[in-house]
Structures are given as C-alpha cells and as structure tokens.
C-alpha cells in the first residue's frame, strides 16, 4: 500500500502470458495510488502510467483490480496492431479502479490527452466498477475520451461505470470495433456530444494506410444521462460519419451501427453533480 510517484510501464508481448494482476494486497483496504509525478518535483511527471503492445493475437491477460491512478496525461493502454487485424491482444480487465484528474488539465504538459483506458485492436476485455474522475483537457477538450475503442476493438464490456465530469465524450468508438456492449453506467458532466459516440477518420489527414471504417452491431443500453460539460441536455448516441465507405463492409447483412434501449436523463442537465 502507499502512493508510489512517477511510474510509467510499458510492457511487450509476443507470445500468451499467464494471467497478471495488480491489485492491492491481501486484506487490505487502501488503494495503492500511482502518481504521475515525483512528490520532489511536481513539474517532472510521467506521460502515461501503463501500456501494452501485445500483438500475437491470442489473450494477454492483464488484469487491474482496485487501484488508483491520477494526474497522468493518460492512463492505460492496450495496444494491438492498428493496420493488421490479426494482431490483437485480448481478454484484460480493469475492474473497480479510480482514475483521477487525467488529462492535460491536471498535468504539466501542452501535449493533447486523448484516452483514459484505450482499448486499441484489443478483444474481449472487461471495463466494470470503474470511477472516471475530473479526466479533462484544457487544450482539446473534446479529444480525451475516458475510454477510446479504436480499430476493430470487438466483443468488450462496458459495465457499471461512474463518468464524473469529462471534457471530451467518455465513450468513443472507431473504425471498425463491433459487439461491444456498453450498459448501466453512469455519465455525470460528460462531453459535448453524446454518451455513446462513433468516429473513423476519412480525408487526406489519415494516417492508417488502409480506410477506416464504420462500426457495427454495438450495444448502448441502461445507462444515464446527467448532461454534458457544459451541463446541456446530453444525446444518448451520435454516429458522425456514414455507413457506407469505400473499402468498407458490414459484419454481416443484417448488421446495424447501433442498439439502445433503457437509457434515461436526469431531471434537469448536471442534476447529479
């Protein structure tokens, strides 16, 4: 236990692991908490707190359970291939952590934020009992999403999380990341668009040297909706480009961007604050 300053990790995979877990130890209590920045020196302060480049395609294993990480640029990232699919990670989990102030807001850099927890060609992971707290940008706002599920992030769970004042939208979806169910959580003072929102980059300023391509056949439902950053009325879904992209195809037939059901708003915008 104890608060442990200016820890950055990034760990690489090639072949399957057995399941890693941090968490706290046996019985106890209190969170252990990573600090981005050394208590001698605020202004020395690590970028990111954890990433994966996992690339095998088979599980990776990592597992997060109960601790808390603060005043990062960004949190976690688990990084599979970003142009070839086949190159996924898979089967992690971040389960009851608290991730406070995020972002460039809370952290002494001009760099853009963009993820809490990134999910990126990574598959069949779990994200429950989560807290995202004050996770802001104060240049690029919009940018930093407290979860970001890009290029075929598929099969993941979205579950039961607490998203409590957020810049940018907390859940963004990108190019291609199908079947992932996002239920039951919370956003309170959330972003400018939507709880649920779905982007792929198109024009000369894409890098990926293949098309991006719309997402399909994800879940948004049971959730609520208490108001954006600016504590307007939040849309429960916005999907920003077309279904249709040359180079791109559905799943299958039948597939659809998006389903939604359950989902409710508070009385007024930024009620539960």
């Not at 990111?48 to 597992?63: E, T």
């Not at 707290?133 to 999380?161: F, P, R, T, W």
């Not at 609520?224 to 009325?233: F, I, R």
């Amino acid at each position: 236990p104890g608060v442990y300053y200016d820890q950055s990790v990034t760990w690489t995979f090639t072949m399957d692991a057995h399941t890693i877990t941090f968490m706290p130890l046996k019985n106890d209590k209190v969170r252990p908490v990573f600090e981005a920045c050394k208590k001698s020196d605020p202004n020395d302060c690590k970028n990111s707190w954890f990433k994966l480049n996992a690339q095998s395609g088979k599980p990776s294993n990592i597992h997060f359970e109960y601790i808390r990480v603060e005043h990062y640029l960004e949190a976690i990232s688990f990084n599979g291939n970003r142009d070839d699919f086949s190159k996924s990670n898979s089967h992690n989990r971040v389960y009851g952590c608290y991730f406070f102030e995020i972002g460039n807001k809370h952290h002494p850099s001009s760099n853009n934020a963009y993820a809490v927890v990134r999910l990126k060609n990574s598959d069949d992971n779990l994200i429950r009992n989560n807290h995202f707290v004050k996770c802001e940008n104060s240049n690029g706002g919009g940018l930093l999403h407290a979860l970001y599920l890009a290029h075929n992030a598929d099969h993941n769970q979205i579950l039961k999380n607490r998203f409590y004042v957020q810049s940018g939208d907390a859940v963004r979806l990108r190019d291609f990341s199908n079947d992932n169910d996002i239920k039951e959580n919370t956003f309170i003072k959330v972003g400018t668009n939507a709880g649920y929102t779905d982007w792929y980059c198109v024009g000369a300023n894409c890098t990926k040297p293949s098309s991006e391509c719309p997402s399909w056949d994800n879940e948004f439902r049971d959730n609520v909706l208490d108001g954006t950053y600016g504590c307007k009325e939040l849309k429960t879904w916005e999907v920003f480009q077309p279904d249709t992209m040359a180079g791109c195809s559905k799943p299958t037939s039948t597939s659809k961007r998006l389903s939604t059901s359950g989902n409710t708003k508070s009385s007024k915008p930024c009620d539960m604050l």
